[in-house]
């Protein structure tokens, strides 16, 4: 059955197939994206320390839980030495890389502090701690900054590559603008950062063939590392009262699993993370995105204090020990499945290396 999973290259037919697949089509698929993992990226698994900046946002998306509108939450920002600090356990706790995450603004303040961070990351760990910036939408001058400071990746998910769909998740203004979103991809690429973005799986109005869109949209792309997981609803986002359209959670699950393991298949060197949302639906869920195709996973090191007002979702999964027990926690969880944590390693994208005549620390 493995034998007759891939027909090179992949059709948009085949992968709409694949990803309606279940039973023994199913399980060869996922064999031979566990095959083809192990050969191109190993069975090593690399840490991003995940740490949320602030839940200000500009936007209104009408999926998200810190968008504009929603006046239920508390608005946060930690403090610089509280992203210090938390940068400094990272190291010292063999992580090889960080997360700044942060709702989308692009004011000259919020520009200077995350220059000012990286700068400051960079220095406390002797150039040696990989930084990634999930900051939303940016200016040309703004990218080319923060990667001269010395961030080494950006994750700017696309949430959809269909702007049918994208339309009905936003507002209809200039600051939600599909076009947009597809360039400032193109500057992030033409910085020089590792590439990244993501889908949502399981939307409202989402079809099989739009996902399977998704997938050539990133392979085209030429994406260095992938961030992508099931749709969570939020009860005070207008995309809630759509609630009933929305596929059971084992579908999702089954969804977002097919397409860590396409997306492995169609890209087999890059970074795929195991996100955290996957966890909302299935406990067991990162070891079997894992398993299958992903090879990053970003624990969050956010101080405690803060984590309950960054909810783009609801349901979201809290930890039940010390950041530490849940470190241990999950290394015994991976070895299991037979891998294990790549301590003290930036992890950084084959992929990217590949692709740049640059030399990068592994």
């Known amino acids: 059955m493995i034998e007759t999973i891939l027909y090179y290259p992949l059709s948009r037919d085949r992968l709409i197939d694949l990803l309606s697949s279940s039973g023994e089509e ?4 996922f064999d031979y994206s566990t095959a083809t993992k192990l050969k191109n990226v190993g069975n090593e698994v690399y840490l991003r320390g995940l740490i949320e900046l602030s839940n200000i946002c500009d936007k209104d998306c009408f999926y998200c839980g810190i968008r504009k509108s929603n006046n239920n939450i508390t608005r946060f920002t930690l403090k610089y030495e509280e992203v210090i600090e938390s940068v400094k356990y ?47 939408e940016q200016s040309e001058e703004t990218y080319l900054r923060w990667f001269e400071s010395g961030a080494d990746r950006y994750l700017l998910r696309i949430e959809t590559s269909s702007e049918e ?32 973005t993501g889908v949502m799986i399981g ?50 699950l089954s969804l977002a699993l097919k397409m860590i393991s396409l997306s492995r298949i169609l890209m087999p060197d890059i970074n795929i993370a195991a996100t955290t949302a996957l966890k909302v639906l299935d406990q067991k869920a990162t070891e079997k995105a894992i398993a299958i195709g992903a090879n990053v996973i970003m624990p969050n ?6 984590r309950k007002e960054y909810l783009l979702y609801e349901n979201r999964s809290e930890p039940l020990f010390s950041f530490e027990d849940e470190l241990a926690l999950l290394e015994k969880r991976l070895e299991t499945i037979s891998h294990r944590i790549g301590y003290n390693k930036q992890g950084n994208s084959k992929h990217y290396t590949k692709n740049w005549s640059r030399c990068i620390p592994e």
């Not at 992508?228 to 959670?249: A, N, V």
């Open 90 to 136: 990272a190291y010292e706790k063999g992580y090889g890389s960080i997360v700044i995450q942060s709702g989308e603004r692009s004011s000259r303040s919020f520009s200077d502090k995350i220059d000012k961070i990286i700068r400051e990351s960079k220095k406390i760990t002797n150039n040696n701690i990989g930084i990634t910036l999930s900051c939303g």
């Open 203 to 252: 939307l409202p109005f989402q079809t099989t063939e739009m996902l399977a869109d998704d997938l050539i949209f990133m392979r085209d792309l030429n994406i260095d590392m992938c961030g992508m997981g099931p749709y969570i609803e939020h009860t005070k986002t207008p995309l809630y009262k759509f609630r009933e359209q929305l596929p059971i959670t084992t579908v999702r």
């Open 26 to 29: 199913e399980k060869a698929l």
């Open 165 to 196: 769909l994208y339309k009905k998740l936003h507002p209809k203004d200039t600051l939600h603008n599909y076009t947009n979103r597809r360039n400032a991809l193109e500057l992030l690429r033409k910085t020089g950062y590792q590439l990244g």
């Open 301 to 306: 090191i956010t101080p405690l204090f803060y």
